[in-house]
């Protein structure tokens, strides 16, 4: 992928040398394509639906070892994107991380992180997105350990390129919601107006 190319230097720049804008771009870019996988793999979480149901109202043995070959298919398929949409999503976070560097670091009293990123960081960096087995979680962990991520001032920045109070207050309600503590249509209210407090709020 054109991004991973980048970040090994195989392109005219590597990501340290993109422009703040560039960066964007890339950012950009790596968000639409993580968001197809995203709708691949809801579609193909419908196509399984359908499948089961299928196979539920089916009694023929023989039209539910076809549905159930088909089933197993649309599983594999579905793991596959998975992973895809794994590495997608640790493409688009060393995207954001390093242009959060390149922005804040004129503003910040200390040093606000490095850019310059060894061949073995590089290694390191390519070897944690395309593990399937290390979370968005824990990646992220790593990578702001490799970029020095870590005095106040920093982790301050990191956490204004990460999720907002409202959209942690999101991600609770969705919670709640899933424990059965609230209705859709009462969670879809409450996120709703928490997302327009904190946007009424940032307003001068």
Do not use: C, H
Request: aromatic share 4%; charged share 35%.
């Amino acid at each position: 992928m054109a991004l991973l190319d980048k970040i090994f230097g195989k392109k005219v720049k590597t990501l340290s040398d993109l422009s703040p804008a560039e960066l964007r771009r890339e950012e950009i870019l790596a968000t639409r394509e993580r968001d197809k996988l995203f709708k691949r793999i809801e579609t193909i979480a419908k196509e399984k639906q359908n499948i089961f149901q299928q196979g539920a109202s089916q009694k023929s043995p023989e039209l539910r070892k076809a549905l159930a070959m088909q089933f197993e298919l649309k599983t594999q398929e579905q793991l596959q994107v998975g992973r895809q949409l794994n590495v997608r999503s640790k493409e688009l976070m060393t995207v954001s991380r390093v242009r959060m560097v390149k922005e804040n670091a004129p503003k910040a009293s200390g040093a606000m992180g490095r850019l310059n990123l060894t061949e073995r960081d590089v290694a390191k960096i390519s070897a944690l997105i395309e593990d399937d087995a290390v979370t968005e979680d824990v990646y992220m962990e790593r990578l702001n350990e490799l970029l020095d991520l870590g005095a106040q001032s920093d982790k301050d920045a990191v956490a204004r390129a990460g999720l907002t109070s409202a959209g942690q207050e999101l991600m609770n309600i969705w919670n709640d919601l899933d424990q059965g503590q609230v209705g859709e249509k009462a969670a879809f209210e409450e996120a709703d107006r928490a997302v327009r407090n904190k946007q009424a709020s940032a307003e001068p």
